[in-house]
C-alpha cells in the first residue's frame, strides 16, 4: 500500500518552520500517519550546536538562546556604556600586522585584538602573525587577517609605535573625563540615601572645576505622588537618616540645595532640621547684621532695607571665630529680586592671582585690618546697623572695652555713644586645609562695596594688615574682583521651602535687592559634633 502523502497546510507549516531555523536544526521529514507525526515531532527537538568564540573556546547554544530563533523574547538590550575618548586605554602597535621577531610573552602582549582581549603566547594565531620582519606585514599576518575579515573575528589595528608617542589628552577632554567620574561618584553615592534623592540641574547652575555648584537635591518621589507617599522625605527626617552623607556632599560640593522636601514650611521645620545634622551650637555674637531669633538656632537673615545690597563675604570674616557651616531656608520667596548669590571662594582666589598678583601676594603676607563704627542702638536702615552692646554682649562700655581686649580689637567713643573699632590683622587668602586650595576668605568685597551708612565710609573700611590704606593698585584690583563675582556668582531664584548649605570655608554668599514680601531665615554652625 503507497504511504499516504502529507497535506498542503502540513507541507505549509514544515516548510515555514524550517526555513525560520534552517541554522539550528535538521529539515524534519515529511511523516506518513499521525502517530508517526506525533513521534518525529518528538525527536526533531532543536539540538544543541556548538558555537566558536573568538579565543577558540567552545559553548553550546540552544534555539532559545540563538537571535535567529522564533522562541527568543523580542528584548532590545541596552546600550554599551560609552566612555569619553580619554578614558579608552591606546594599544601598542600589533605584531599581527608589522610582524615580530619570535612568539614570546613579552612579544605576544603587543597583539591586542579589535574586541579588547590580548593574545596569547599559546594562541596560533599569534605564532602565526609574528616573524623576524618589522617592516611590511609577513604572508602568515596577511593570512591571518584575511580569515579574521572574512570569517567575522577581530582584527588586530595598528597603534602610534611608543607610549611617547601617543597624543596627550587636552584640557578639555581632561575636564570632560573628571566630570564624568564626578558623577558616577555622586550617584554611587546617592543610591546608598534612604529615602533616596536625586541630583537635578537648575537653570543658574554653574561648573567650577567640573563638579555642579550648588549640588541640588530633590526627593526620588514624583511631584504628583500621594502625600502619603512623600511623607517619607519629611526634611528633619530625611537630615536625621541621611546625616553624614549630607555633610560629606555640603564639604565636597561647597554649596547644597535642597528642593521640593515636604514638611519645611516654618521656622519651627527649619530647627528641627539644623538641629539633626548634630553640629556644635555657634553664637552670634560678632555678626554686624541685625537680626532676630525665631526658633532654636534660627534666625531672621540680614534686617537691612530691600533696597539695600548685601556684597559676597564669608559670613563673620571679620571675626576671630567663624561658623563652620551657614543654612539658609526660604519660607517666602521675593516678589522680585531677592536672591542670595553665592560662589566658590577658591575661583575668587584663583582670579585674583592669576590678574593682580601683586596684591594678592600683599594680601596674603599682611593680611587686612577692617574699620567699623558700631552705633549704641540698633539701627534698621542699615546692613550693619548692629550695637555694639549686642555684638560684644555687654551692658556697659566697660564690659564692651573688656571684650574689645580679648579679640585684640582698637577702639575709640565717639560723642553719640558709637565706638569705632579696628580689628587685628585677619587672613585675606587662606589655604584650606582639606582641599589644599587658597580661598579668598574674608569680608573685604562687602566691607568696600556694602558698609555704608550715616556712620561708615566703605572707602576707609579696610587697611592693609600693616595698617596703611589700601593704594589705588589695590582698590583696583578689588573692584575687578567685585566685577569678576558679580559676572560669575550663582543667583538662583528662590522657591518656598528651599534649604541651602553652604560651607563657610569654600563658599561665599550675597543677598540682592528686592521687591517685598520675602522672609528667608539663617542659621549659623559649627564643626560636626
Excluded at 507525526?37 to 525527536?43: G, I, S
Aim: hydrophobic share 40%; with cysteine.
Amino acid at each position: 500500500m503507497r504511504s499516504k502523502q502529507p497535506t498542503r497546510a502540513k507541507r505549509d507549516h514544515f516548510m515555514q518552520r524550517d526555513s525560520v531555523e534552517s541554522k539550528v536544526i535538521e529539515p524534519v521529514p515529511p511523516v506518513r500517519t499521525k502517530q508517526k507525526q506525533a513521534t518525529n515531532l518528538t525527536k526533531a527537538q532543536p539540538r544543541s550546536v556548538a558555537l566558536v568564540r573568538p579565543e577558540g573556546k567552545e559553548c553550546t547554544t540552544s534555539p532559545s538562546q540563538s537571535p535567529t530563533s522564533v522562541l527568543a523574547p523580542m528584548i532590545t538590550p541596552p546600550p554599551p556604556l560609552t566612555l569619553p575618548a580619554a578614558v579608552v586605554k591606546r594599544s601598542l602597535p600589533s605584531a599581527a600586522v608589522w610582524g615580530g621577531r619570535a612568539a614570546t610573552a613579552a612579544a605576544a602582549k603587543s597583539v591586542r585584538w579589535a574586541d579588547g582581549h590580548a593574545a596569547s603566547p599559546s594562541d596560533p594565531r599569534t605564532a602565526a602573525t609574528l616573524s623576524p620582519s618589522y617592516n611590511t606585514p609577513t604572508p602568515a599576518a596577511r593570512g591571518s587577517l584575511a580569515r579574521c575579515r572574512k570569517h567575522g573575528q577581530p582584527r588586530a589595528t595598528a597603534q602610534p609605535a611608543t607610549l611617547s608617542q601617543l597624543p596627550l589628552p587636552s584640557a578639555r577632554e581632561t575636564e570632560a573625563v573628571e566630570k564624568w567620574l564626578d558623577e558616577l561618584k555622586l550617584q554611587a553615592r546617592l543610591c546608598k540615601t534612604n529615602p533616596l534623592v536625586f541630583s537635578v540641574a537648575i537653570p543658574e547652575q554653574r561648573h567650577f572645576g567640573g563638579r555642579a555648584f550648588p549640588l541640588t537635591l530633590v526627593p526620588a518621589a514624583a511631584p504628583h505622588a500621594p502625600a502619603m507617599l512623600r511623607a517619607r522625605w519629611q526634611l528633619a527626617e530625611w537630615g536625621t537618616a541621611n546625616r553624614d552623607a549630607l555633610l560629606d556632599l555640603v564639604e565636597e560640593y561647597d554649596a547644597v540645595l535642597l528642593r521640593g522636601f515636604p514638611g519645611a514650611a516654618t521656622a519651627d521645620d527649619f530647627s528641627a532640621f539644623v538641629q539633626a545634622l548634630r553640629l556644635q551650637p555657634f553664637e552670634m555674637g560678632c555678626s554686624a547684621a541685625p537680626r532676630t531669633e525665631l526658633a532654636p538656632g534660627v534666625f531672621t537673615a540680614n534686617e537691612a532695607p530691600p533696597q539695600e545690597p548685601i556684597p559676597l563675604h564669608h559670613e563673620m570674616a571679620q571675626c576671630d571665630l567663624r561658623p563652620a557651616y551657614v543654612a539658609f531656608h526660604c519660607v517666602t520667596p521675593a516678589a522680585q529680586g531677592g536672591a542670595t548669590p553665592i560662589i566658590p571662594s577658591h575661583a575668587v582666589a584663583a582670579h585674583l592671582r592669576q590678574q593682580h598678583a601683586a596684591v594678592a601676594e600683599r594680601l596674603a603676607s599682611e593680611g587686612v585690618r577692617y574699620v567699623r563704627v558700631l552705633p549704641e542702638e540698633y539701627d534698621a536702615s542699615s546692613p550693619i546697623g548692629k550695637p555694639w552692646k549686642a555684638s560684644f554682649e555687654a551692658s556697659t562700655r566697660e564690659e564692651a572695652e573688656v571684650a574689645m581686649a580679648a579679640q585684640g580689637t582698637e577702639w575709640s567713643w565717639l560723642p553719640n555713644g558709637s565706638v569705632r573699632t579696628v580689628t587685628k590683622p585677619l587672613a585675606a587668602l587662606v589655604t584650606h586645609a582639606g582641599t589644599g586650595r587658597e580661598t579668598f576668605f574674608n569680608a573685604i568685597i562687602a566691607a568696600t562695596q556694602g558698609w555704608v551708612d550715616s556712620r561708615n565710609d566703605p572707602a576707609h573700611a579696610v587697611r592693609f594688615g600693616g595698617g596703611e590704606e589700601l593704594d589705588a593698585e589695590a582698590r583696583a584690583a578689588l573692584a575687578a574682583v567685585g566685577d569678576y563675582c558679580a559676572a560669575q556668582q550663582v543667583a538662583f531664584v528662590w522657591q518656598a521651602g528651599d534649604v541651602l548649605l553652604l560651607d563657610n570655608h569654600k563658599a561665599m554668599h550675597s543677598r540682592q535687592t528686592f521687591t517685598p514680601p520675602r522672609r528667608v531665615l539663617a542659621s549659623l554652625w559649627g564643626a560636626k559634633l
